[in-house]
T-cell receptor, first 114, second 113 residues
């Protein structure tokens, strides 16, 4: 058990819809990361937050947004969903996001767009 | 830009033997971290081992060790005494000053009984 909690584990929805994925980091971790893992794109870094502030942005679409709340949990919002958004979405956390700190991953949310 | 290359899409190893999974990286930063993660078929990502760019000794964690060759920009993972439970996808990753983790495309390891 990594200590990172992601909900829901599975999500099935239709094109055009909007969903929210939730992540609670490990106790004591201030930094949260979001990733998308699809079969053809591998593991893609989306965005990182540190103590409530956005710190780094990766290949995140404009239809996607995220935030980290004062209690350090984070949400990833995906809107105007397309079939290609079907993927496994991971949240990870680390103490402060420095280069000598490993990330600990949640079990992921599997999103299926019908 | 940072880049990670894992050239072995799939590998087989006999149980109890050692196996080396290759990883080369490209970064212009002097300070960076190299990480290996394991993803079993159940889907979770499990942190295995870390190597810092300034670490002179190769990292070891139980049966896992990292063969770090800085000049060649390689960070190969060595798994000793392979077990059936080691069958999984293995990802190499680099993190440097931009705070962006870059992952390789992974190597699928199958341990044979």
């Amino acid at each position: 058990d990594s200590g990172v909690t992601q909900t829901p584990k599975h999500l099935i929805t239709a094109t055009g819809q909007r969903v929210t994925l939730r992540c609670s980091p490990r106790s004591g971790d201030l930094s949260v990361y979001w990733y998308q893992q699809s079969l053809d794109q591998g593991l893609q870094f989306l965005i990182q937050y540190y103590n409530g502030e956005e710190r780094a942005k990766g290949n995140i679409l404009e239809r996607f947004s995220a935030q980290q709340f004062p209690d350090l949990h984070s949400e990833l919002n995906l809107s105007s969903l397309e079939l290609g958004d079907s993927a496994l979405y991971f949240c990870a956390s680390s103490v402060a996001g420095y280069s000598n700190q490993p990330q600990h991953f949640g079990d992921g949310t599997r999103l299926s767009i019908l | 830009a940072q880049k990670i290359t894992q050239t072995q899409p799939g590998m087989f190893v006999q149980e109890k033997e050692a196996v080396t999974l290759d990883c080369t990286y490209d970064t212009s930063d002097q300070s960076y971290g190299l990480f290996w993660y394991k993803q079993p078929s159940s889907g979770e990502m499990i942190f295995l081992i870390y190597q810092g760019s300034y670490d002179e000794q190769n990292a070891t964690e139980g049966r896992y060790s990292l063969n770090f060759q800085k000049a060649r920009k390689s960070a190969n993972l060595v798994i000793s005494a392979s077990q059936l439970g080691d069958s999984a996808m293995y990802f190499c990753a680099v993190l440097s000053g931009t705070y962006k983790y870059i992952f390789g495309t992974g190597t699928r390891l199958k341990v044979l009984a």
